[in-house]
């Protein structure tokens, strides 16, 4: 039997926020993480490019021996999950699995609204493929889903300047504009990786009593409960506690930077794809 670590893709360093809360959660296995900042951000990009640089990564991913793999983008959850699992994937191999951060998200959303009206906060990509809409329809269909994009939110973290002046006029800018489109939402949900360095300004400028989900601590428990009901696919995910990091560019900038989203020091490989 063939076993690997479990993948975790994003397009450069947000998904390192997810993989923060999985180790948490899920601290015995081996990860292999995978930020393709040569060709962030994916969030601008057309769906066929989005497409073919996501599957790119989650092949090489499974030629490192990957077995499972979290798409921890939503930008990449939204425009490729699919086409991956339904078109690729069978072909690939039909007993490996790629997953999303989506659906999970999806999945409990209505555990936290009591007005039945939520906000969600994405980049373009994520707002204008109306994923969230489609797969919050899906698990509960009386809630009423107010999408907002904001498009500066991530460069003002990938330049280190979320702590400043600038970030709370951006914040505030893109929350007026999503609670001018309903004063009744009550649950904001931070559809991309890179918002939960965000989430101390955002709640400052929220209205009080808002509950904000940061998607990282709704895949690891997600991710746990999968691999509970799927022994056949945990049972090839090694255990050994290694967490490795590899990026499509500059292993220096990754370094100082990912230390940021992941909350330690790490050092990554650069890798060709």
């Not at 006029?169 to 893109?174: A, E, L, T, V």
């Not at 400052?204 to 696919?233: C, F, M, W």
Request: charged fraction near 20%; proline fraction near 5%.
């Amino acid at each position: 039997m063939i076993q690997g670590p479990i993948g975790v893709f994003d397009s450069g360093y947000g998904g390192l926020t997810v993989l923060k809360e999985i180790v948490k959660e899920l601290p015995d296995y081996d990860y292999l993480y995978l930020g393709d900042n040569a060709r962030t951000p994916y969030g601008t990009r057309s769906f066929e490019t989005i497409y073919e640089y996501t599957l790119e990564c989650v092949q090489h991913l499974f030629v490192q021996n990957c077995q499972l793999i979290i798409l921890a983008c939503n930008t990449a959850s939204a425009k490729a999950l699919r086409n991956i699992q339904q078109k690729d994937l069978p072909k690939i191999d039909p007993s490996k699995r790629v997953l999303g951060v989506i659906r999970p998200t999806a999945e409990i959303i209505g555990e936290h609204t009591k007005t039945g009206h939520v906000g969600v906060l994405g980049t373009n990509g994520t707002v204008s493929s109306e994923s969230y809409l489609i797969e919050i329809k899906k698990q509960f269909p009386n809630i009423i889903v107010h999408q907002q994009a904001c498009p500066m939110w991530v460069p003002l973290v990938e330049n280190n300047e979320y702590n400043s002046a600038g970030a709370d006029y951006f914040i505030q800018k893109y929350l007026d504009e999503l609670f001018t489109q309903s004063s009744e939402i009550d649950t904001l949900l931070l559809a991309c990786t890179h918002y939960p360095l965000l989430i101390d300004k955002i709640r400052k400028h929220a209205p009080n009593g808002i509950t904000i989900l940061n998607q990282g601590e709704v895949v690891a428990p997600s991710l746990k409960d999968y691999l509970r009901r799927h022994p056949e696919l945990e049972t090839r995910c090694s255990k050994g506690g290694t967490r490795d990091f590899i990026t499509t560019d500059s292993t220096s900038n990754f370094d100082n930077h990912a230390s940021l989203f992941f909350g330690s020091a790490i050092k990554s490989e650069f890798v060709h794809i």
